[in-house]
């Protein structure tokens, strides 16, 4: 009796190992593609080095949700990982994909399609950008794209409806709760309530990531917290925004290295430009050549152009 009651529990504990490892799959279909220059065309490599999209195109953006943004002959269009259209180039520009939707402009105007190319958003607006993860926390379903509507700055949601009309003169993005603003000549924060949470001083202030922004403050780089706190001194010449890798990329001393998220620097400084990290490599900068490291600093793709 103990055998016929114990097998249930057994089966039970084989689906739900089945299930987790089905679940695992599915996370990790997206692939890991980073963009690359070979002979002036743009391609794509996967994380060990390897071209997986030969380099034919005029010009790219970063994929998202397995999309990525590609320039041929003055037109943009969207390719999957394999490196197949979905979309053939036909807009002036565009932006990446997120929630379905990608922000595409036709002449003067912006709007936003889906994957068929398909508008769901009409073009109206003046200028657009991509959707980002809005919410206080990664779990939070909020998305919200910044666009400008006769002279105005909005954020809207996926369904084209108004979610904020802050009376501000420049808008960044709403990411992690808080969106970069500039008011009277310098940035600071606002919330998705409008609410200015950090009163503008900067002279530069960028969205916020895994929650920390890089700002600029009297002509050098810092980074602060979402209480407008300093938790990396003012010290850099240049520095942009911490991913979840940890790292951020800082220049000194006319040079460019990574730092952690004490202020130490763990890649040392010796690019001439360089990117924040993304799914485990950095793009660095040396010469007139791009390249992508590791986060010991190898080289993983040698700087090309």
């Known amino acids: 009796m103990r055998t016929l009651f114990a097998f249930p ?3 039970r504990l084989v689906i739900f190992s089945l299930l987790i490892a089905a679940i695992a799959v599915q996370a990790d279909t997206i692939k890991k593609l980073y963009a690359v220059h070979v002979n002036g065309k743009r ?25 990525a943004p590609v ?12 490196g197949s259209f979905i979309i053939e180039p036909r807009f002036d520009d565009a932006r990446n994909f997120l929630v379905g939707l990608g922000a595409v402009k036709v002449g003067e105007r912006w709007g936003f399609v ?8 009409p073009l109206r607006y003046d200028f657009a950008r991509a959707f980002a993860d809005s919410g206080n926390t990664p779990d939070e379903k909020l998305n919200t794209a ?10 809207i949601d996926p369904h084209g409806e108004v979610f904020l009309r802050p009376p501000v003169d420049e808008l960044g993005p709403l990411e992690e709760g808080l969106a970069p603003v ?6 600071g924060y606002i919330d998705r309530t409008g609410r200015m949470v950090v009163q503008p001083q900067f002279e530069v202030a960028k969205g916020f990531g895994t929650d920390y922004a890089v700002v600029e403050q009297k002509g050098r780089w810092c980074f602060i917290d979402k209480k407008g706190t300093f938790v990396v001194p003012c010290q850099f010449e240049g520095a942009d925004e911490f991913t979840e890798d940890g790292l951020a990329p800082v220049k000194l001393g006319g040079k460019w290295g990574y730092i952690d998220r004490n202020g130490k620097v763990v890649i040392k400084l010796q ?14 900068q040396s010469g007139d050549g791009f390249g992508y490291i590791d986060k010991s600093g190898k080289f993983v793709w040698k700087p090309s152009n």
């Open 146 to 155: 910044r666009v400008k509507l006769d002279g105005k700055w909005v954020l």
């Open 271 to 284: 690019f001439d430009g360089a990117k924040p990290f993304e799914n485990g490599l950095g793009e660095v």
């Open 9 to 11: 529990r057994v089966s």
């Open 43 to 67: 391609g794509f490599i996967n994380s060990r080095g390897r071209i997986v999209i030969p380099a034919k195109f005029d010009d790219v953006l970063h994929f998202q949700d397995g999309i």
């Open 114 to 121: 889906n994957t068929k190319g398909e508008f769901r958003i």
């Open 71 to 82: 320039k041929v002959c003055a037109k943009w269009g969207y390719i999957n990982e394999s």
């Open 182 to 187: 500039k008011l009277g000549g310098q940035w």
